[in-house]
């Protein structure tokens, strides 16, 4: 397990390179919720999400021969992107391995990043076999995108942050898939606030966590298309760090249907005026569909990343079809 003075050394670390991003009130959710709410803005960090934080911890806790040899992950978009960027700033060189249903603005910005990306398969698993290809045969140095402790103690960073920002925080809530956020966030806040509640949020088909928190151990489950693509992926059957973490110490997870996506989506953009993509969406998604009472405040949402194809993000604010509802 990943405690506080880890994520304090990461903070340390990673300051120079990181955005401190602000907390700020919702006037709309506080009047729905009847308490304090307030939105962590992690989709305005560099490479538009919180990844930037366990990369750059990650990259810069390896030797100088390790980062010279370069780096290597499987990533729906966000860690690849945020490695690649931490690569490109740091001295390395990334190579990102990312399945077929990874939307092509991600892909595009990869490349543009400088990396060299590898299009693989179908899902997550298949792209992470070509990643432990990579590490065997040409001796490149795997940062997973989430169960690594250099991963989880930089995501926690944002824990600190918000219990500094809110000393008597009650509830907060943090989207999740594999776990490195809610793992990193929950360490720092229930170590400094062990009172306050942490709940991961995550989208209805293929909440992988969910599952395995379920059966008491990681298990697969099916990878289906979501508003919320950068949830998706497995947590892998062999995880070592955010599975017992997440059974450890978040308080409850709760699913979102694409429909409670796409509201957290729109109200951001009529009534925060910000721009989310619907993993960045789903505490705001959470709070509007009801499924968290009672909810104790003041409460702070993570909105983690931003980084939507904006001809989806233009459907989903007009309120036309979203592609990946379920139809029953
Ligand atoms: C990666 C990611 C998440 C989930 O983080 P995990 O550490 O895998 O649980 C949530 N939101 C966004 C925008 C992401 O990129």
Same mark, same amino acid.
């Not at 990874?102 to 990643?131: C, F, H, M, T, Y």
């Not at 944002?158 to 219990?163: M, N, P, S």
């Not at 500094?164 to 907060?172: G, H, R």
């Given at each position: 397990?990943?405690?506080?003075?880890?994520?304090?050394?990461?903070?340390?670390?990673?300051?120079?390179?990181?955005?401190?991003?602000?907390?700020?009130?919702?006037?709309?959710?506080?009047?729905?919720?009847?308490?304090?709410?307030?939105?962590?803005?992690?989709?305005? #960090?560099?490479?538009?999400?919180? =990844?930037?934080?366990?990369?750059?911890?990650?990259?810069?806790?390896?030797?100088?021969?390790?980062?010279?040899?370069?780096?290597?992950?499987?990533?729906? %978009?966000?860690?690849?992107?945020?490695?690649?960027?931490?690569?490109?700033?740091?001295?390395?060189?990334?190579?990102?391995?990312?399945?077929?249903? @990874? &939307?092509?603005?991600?892909?595009?910005?990869?490349?543009?990043?400088?990396?060299?990306?590898?299009?693989?398969?179908?899902? #997550?698993?298949?792209?992470?076999?070509?990643?432990?290809?990579?590490? $065997?045969?040409?001796?490149? @140095?795997?940062?997973?995108?989430?169960?690594?402790?250099?991963?989880?103690?930089? #995501?926690?960073?944002? %824990?600190?942050?918000?219990?500094?920002?809110? &000393?008597? @925080?009650?509830?907060?809530?943090?989207?999740?898939?594999?776990?490195?956020?809610?793992? %990193?966030?929950?360490?720092?806040?229930?170590? /400094?606030?062990?009172?306050?509640?942490?709940?991961?949020?995550?989208?209805?088909?293929?909440?992988? /966590? =969910?599952?395995?928190?379920?059966?008491?151990? &990681?298990?697969?489950?099916?990878?289906?298309?979501?508003?919320?693509?950068?949830?998706?992926?497995?947590?892998?059957?062999? $995880?070592? @760090?955010?599975?017992?973490?997440? #059974?450890?110490?978040?308080?409850?997870?709760?699913?979102?249907?694409?429909?409670?996506?796409?509201?957290?989506?729109?109200?951001?953009?009529?009534?925060?005026?910000?721009?989310?993509?619907?993993?960045?969406?789903?505490?705001?998604?959470?709070?509007?569909?009801?499924?968290? &009472?009672?909810?104790?405040?003041?409460?702070?949402?993570?909105?983690?990343?931003? $980084?939507?194809?904006?001809?989806?993000?233009?459907?989903?604010?007009?309120?036309?079809?979203?592609?990946?509802?379920?139809?029953?």
């Amino acid at each position: 397990m990943i405690g506080l003075a880890a994520i304090e050394d990461a903070r340390t670390r990673i300051a120079e390179h990181i955005l401190s991003t602000p907390l700020v009130g919702s006037p709309t959710l506080s009047k729905i919720c009847g308490v304090t709410v307030k939105l962590k803005l992690e989709h305005h #960090q560099a490479t538009g999400s919180f =990844k930037l934080r366990g990369a750059t911890n990650a990259l810069l806790r390896l030797t100088k021969a390790e980062r010279e040899r370069g780096i290597v992950a499987a990533s729906t %978009g966000n860690h690849g992107r945020a490695l690649s960027h931490a690569a490109r700033m740091l001295g390395s060189r990334a190579t990102i391995c990312m399945s077929g249903l @990874v &939307p092509e603005n991600k892909i595009a910005e990869v490349r543009r990043l400088g990396a060299d990306v590898r299009i693989i398969g179908r899902s #997550q698993d298949e792209a992470q076999k070509e990643v432990e290809r990579l590490v $065997n045969e040409d001796g490149l @140095v795997m940062l997973p995108p989430f169960d690594h402790p250099d991963i989880v103690a930089g #995501q926690g960073t944002i %824990g600190l942050e918000i219990v500094e920002a809110l &000393p008597d @925080v009650a509830t907060v809530l943090v989207p999740l898939s594999g776990g490195g956020l809610a793992a %990193g966030v929950a360490a720092a806040v229930k170590a /400094m606030r062990p009172h306050a509640k942490v709940v991961g949020l995550t989208m209805e088909r293929g909440a992988a /966590m =969910k599952a395995s928190l379920d059966a008491g151990r &990681p298990v697969l489950v099916e990878e289906f298309p979501s508003l919320a693509d950068s949830l998706g992926g497995g947590i892998g059957l062999d $995880n070592k @760090v955010t599975f017992t973490m997440c #059974q450890a110490l978040l308080d409850d997870v709760v699913l979102l249907s694409e429909g409670e996506i796409a509201a957290g989506i729109r109200h951001a953009y009529e009534h925060e005026q910000e721009i989310l993509e619907g993993a960045g969406a789903v505490g705001i998604a959470a709070l509007l569909s009801g499924k968290i &009472p009672p909810l104790s405040g003041p409460a702070a949402l993570v909105l983690s990343g931003r $980084n939507i194809d904006m001809k989806v993000h233009r459907n989903v604010v007009n309120g036309l079809a979203n592609p990946f509802e379920q139809e029953n």
